[in-house]
């Protein structure tokens, strides 16, 4: 990532500790002016999403400090801490909804000046769902775990909203005021599913997930377009972590192969792979012809 990009990055998650704060300002005041549980259970969910507005921001500074002594492949997997993080508001948000919802199910009324109450959740609705979409799209093709998180977390507040102007809509037209709360809960439950996605994608990503199927046929094609002089390569293995790519193999070369030429070859198939794959990391290790192959096998030029 160059330091436009990261710079783009702390930029959007600052901006999102304000306008996750206006948006859950409208929200309450849609509550306070209608008294709908629905809204308040939206608004419950908003005040959540400050808190991990905040949380991004802090992680994603931290994760773009350059490697130092003691983190020496640097601070990318930060990144994930903040989106399991974002994963477990998520689901206190939903759960919240819930709860305020089940009350609302023992006494169900109709809310009060539904008009305005459902005009100034709409405004709010719109505004996180440019803002979610916005977050979503840099955070992929940035590679912030962190920034895609959050988005995802404000599109499932998007969810939320309009669920909720559904329902009350409904209950206003019908006149059965247990729709507010019914479609409060069906609202939580989905957003508690987008949580539990959120948190098993970043564990997934703590764990050492190698990188995406498209990019590993990149590193191949890179390989065997510049294997020239190269006998095989094997034991390929990858690892994302956030931004970076960490890619290692073992480079078969013949016993009597100047270690010049050999190091030339490394240089040339480093060149392509980071082209492919850029902010990866590699580590090749050379070894001369006899020795038994294992792990993952690359076809080289000629094979």
């Known amino acids: 990532m160059t330091d436009d990009e ?18 859950m300002a409208l929200k309450l005041l849609a509550w306070w002016v209608t008294g709908s549980v629905a809204l308040l259970s939206d608004g419950l969910e908003s005040s959540v999403n400050v808190t991990a507005a905040v949380v991004a921001y802090v992680v994603i500074r931290y ?13 990318h997997k930060a990144e994930y801490l903040s989106a399991v993080l974002e994963g477990v508001l998520i ?18 009324r109709l809310p009060e000046a539904p008009v305005l109450g459902l005009a100034i959740n ?23 775990p962190a920034l895609k998180a959050d988005g995802q977390h404000v599109m499932s507040d998007v969810v939320t909203s309009a669920g909720v102007l559904v329902g009350l809509v409904l209950a206003i037209v019908t006149g059965y005021a247990i729709l507010d709360p019914v479609l409060a809960i069906i609202v939580g439950i989905n957003i508690l599913f987008q949580g539990y996605k959120v948190i098993s994608h970043s564990l997934g990503a703590l764990m050492d997930k190698a990188v995406e199927p498209e990019e590993e046929e990149a590193i191949r094609e890179a390989i065997r377009a510049n294997s020239a002089g190269v006998l095989g390569v094997h034991d390929l293995r990858t690892r994302r972590a ?49 020795e038994r192959a294992h792990g993952l096998k690359v076809k080289v030029e000629g094979q």
């Open 242 to 290: 956030g931004a970076a790519a960490f890619i290692d193999f073992h480079l078969v070369v013949p016993a009597d192969m100047a270690v010049g030429k050999a190091h030339e070859i490394c240089d040339r198939l480093e060149d392509a792979i980071k082209t492919a794959i850029p902010g990866a990391s590699l580590a090749i290790h050379v070894e001369p012809e006899g």
């Open 63 to 75: 994760a773009q400090r350059p490697a130092d002594h003691d983190h020496q492949f640097g601070h």
């Open 91 to 108: 689901v206190i948000a939903a759960l919240l909804i819930v709860k305020e919802a089940w009350g609302g199910l023992m006494e169900p």
């Open 122 to 144: 709409a405004l709010a609705g719109v505004i996180n769902a440019v803002w979610a979409s916005v977050l979503m799209r840099i955070g992929t093709s940035h590679r912030s």
């Open 6 to 23: 990261k710079h783009l990055v702390q930029r959007l998650a600052l901006w999102g500790i304000p306008l996750s704060i206006g948006v």
